[in-house]
């Protein structure tokens, strides 16, 4: 049986562009051991946007060395980047870019969204890649909500969405670098959950909206819980109905430097990234 190993609350608050008013739920700043291989995760919201017909988001910038997952729980999202990926997501999809050996992306609100306006949710996650990846080719992945298989609990517990890895024979359609589940929850009050992970993996909780219980221990809205890595039984209980999304994966067990939007293993690589990204090598929009 995994143990809890902390309970983190994030209270921060701040925007990213004028589109995203983000909770930082973790970042290489702080968690980056405890939870490689992810290196950061955003939550947009829950709020909403009156209707609009101006442009509303993040104006291009770079990224090296990771991949950036963005989930839309309510909403909509539209990207674009010098690598020529780019895609509108709405609620259920997730967008899976690798930034790899560098791109310059912008993100915004999806024009329809935008003049529809209304409920928006969304989560940003940050993976990391492995030495040996850090300067793969760019690409990108959109991934609707149909591609997504559901699998149903045992005893009316809720559903499973398998966005990346693998639970009861589904496979989630999201290829990644290294082995992970990212698994999107909802959860109904009064049962028990229990889910098979794998030996030594990293595995996080966090709770979007209602309640679930670890041994004693309640994690509510915006509250991540870290578990041990040993064990392979995730148990829990759900204490009022939850959306929970839970990511587990091998760690990597590499040096991390990192500054901003760029994710590297040495301070060199920090500082060729940067003379790289002003001498235009991320190409342009
Ligand atoms: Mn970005």
Do not use: C
């Amino acid at each position: 049986m995994k143990a809890l190993s902390f309970i983190k609350r994030s209270s921060d608050s701040h925007w990213v562009g004028n589109g995203f008013p983000v909770r930082n739920i973790f970042s290489y700043r702080d968690l980056a051991r405890e939870l490689s291989p992810f290196v950061l995760m955003d939550y947009a919201g829950p709020t909403a946007f009156e209707p609009t017909d101006e442009r509303r988001g993040v104006e291009a910038h770079p990224h090296r060395g990771f991949e950036t997952v963005t989930l839309v729980y309510a909403g909509g999202v539209s990207h674009r980047d010098s690598g020529g990926g780019g895609g509108t997501i709405g609620t259920g999809d997730v967008q899976w870019m690798t930034a790899g050996s560098g791109v310059v992306h912008e993100e915004f609100h999806s024009p329809e969204y935008a003049r529809r306006g209304g409920p928006f949710e969304m989560v940003q996650l940050w993976v990391n890649l492995p030495a040996k990846d850090k300067m793969t080719r760019p690409a990108y992945q959109g991934i609707t909500d149909a591609q997504i298989p559901r699998v149903a609990l045992p005893d009316g517990a809720g559903t499973l969405r398998v966005i990346a890895g693998e639970h009861d024979a589904a496979n989630g359609p999201a290829r990644t670098f290294t082995p992970m589940n990212v698994w999107d929850m909802k959860l109904n009050a009064g049962h028990d959950v229990n889910l098979e992970l794998v030996e030594g993996h990293t595995t996080a909780l966090f709770v979007l909206n209602g309640t679930i219980r670890i041994g004693k221990k309640r994690v509510g809205a915006a509250g991540l819980a870290v578990m041990e890595r040993a064990g392979t039984e995730l148990a829990f209980h759900v204490a009022e109905d939850a959306t929970v999304l839970l990511l587990s994966g091998e760690p990597i067990e590499e040096p991390i430097a990192a500054r901003g939007p760029f994710v590297m293993n040495t301070q060199e690589e920090i500082t060729q990234t940067i003379h790289d990204y002003q001498a235009g090598r991320f190409g342009r929009m």
